[in-house]
């Protein structure tokens, strides 16, 4: 067995055991926790039920998209490996989440991280309308709005997730955390590629806002509020609006650690240079 089905493996065995748990301290649970974790038999299966419970409506049954979900997840089997990781994200940078379980059924930017990654598969194999009505219910359902066609990495963590917006060619790499009410978006009506790029290890704070087809580079900090309107270097905090270099993180990945109000101050300021 590889080490990422190990893995999966590990952690369905404790979703399982906190299932049980679960059910037998709230009985008025007991059948939904049933459903989506108890009878099942991997983490594939939970994703699968739990994703479709969440998002049916009156025009996509349940039923419908189970099977939907299913398929996606045995063509790509990718996105349960994702899945995992940025399950185990959440466990290890929020300090609200200490079990498997409420991330998986109760956390609404995982689960709407999961039903985008859905919605881009889908997209990839050109089912564009089912992609886009899976996009509009986690949009309406959440109040998250990433497009189908954006590529997300792994090991992601969107924090709250309310009001969370990505744009269609925007890009967002791995072990990257995002706070509630960012948006990563165009700069007005010009088309091609023109949403911004996220690297590796990034955290981006509360409420901001990066516009335009730009680099944020590897380990890079973002506080909370800025607008971001030009590349920011790897390794570099940048703050306010229009944000400037403020310092640079205290660890290559500030994204894991989440210290948002602690960086090293830099003195020289061609350290950052907008527009470099």
Not at 91 to 105: C, F, G, M, N, T
Not at 172 to 187: A, E, F, H, K, P
Not at 232 to 245: C, D, L, S, Y
């Amino acid at each position: 067995m590889s080490h990422e089905l190990s893995a999966q493996a590990s952690m369905f065995d404790q979703l399982h055991a906190e299932a049980v748990a679960a059910a037998r301290s709230e009985p008025l649970l007991a059948e939904m926790l049933e459903r989506h974790v108890v009878s099942q038999s991997c983490l594939e299966g939970c994703l699968t039920t739990v994703m479709a419970s969440t998002l049916a409506d009156r025009t996509l049954s349940v039923d419908d998209l189970k099977s939907c979900f299913q398929s996606l997840y045995q063509a790509h089997p990718s996105l349960v490996t994702t899945a995992a990781r940025d399950m185990s994200a959440v466990i290890e940078r929020d300090a609200a989440s200490s079990k498997y379980l409420p991330v998986l059924l109760y956390l609404k930017g995982f689960q709407a991280l999961q039903a985008h990654r859905l919605a881009h598969a889908l997209w990839h194999d050109g089912r564009f309308m089912l992609a886009r009505a899976i996009h509009h219910r986690t949009t309406r359902l959440f109040g998250i709005d990433i497009h189908p066609a954006c590529r997300v990495g792994h090991g992601v963590m969107l924090d709250h997730g309310t009001g969370i917006v990505i744009g269609e060619t925007a890009e967002v790499g791995d072990n990257v955390s995002i706070m509630q009410g960012v948006t990563l978006g165009g700069t007005g009506k010009e088309s091609g590629d023109r949403h911004p790029k996220v690297r590796s290890g990034v955290l981006i704070g509360a409420g901001a806002t990066v516009l335009g087809n730009i680099e944020i580079g590897h380990g890079a900090q973002i506080g909370a509020g800025s607008v971001v309107l030009a590349r920011v270097a790897e390794h570099t905090t940048v703050v306010g609006i229009p944000a400037r270099q403020a310092g640079r993180p205290r660890c290559p990945s500030p994204s894991v650690t989440m210290e948002h109000g602690s960086f090293q101050h830099v003195a020289d300021p061609q350290w950052y240079q907008q527009g470099s």
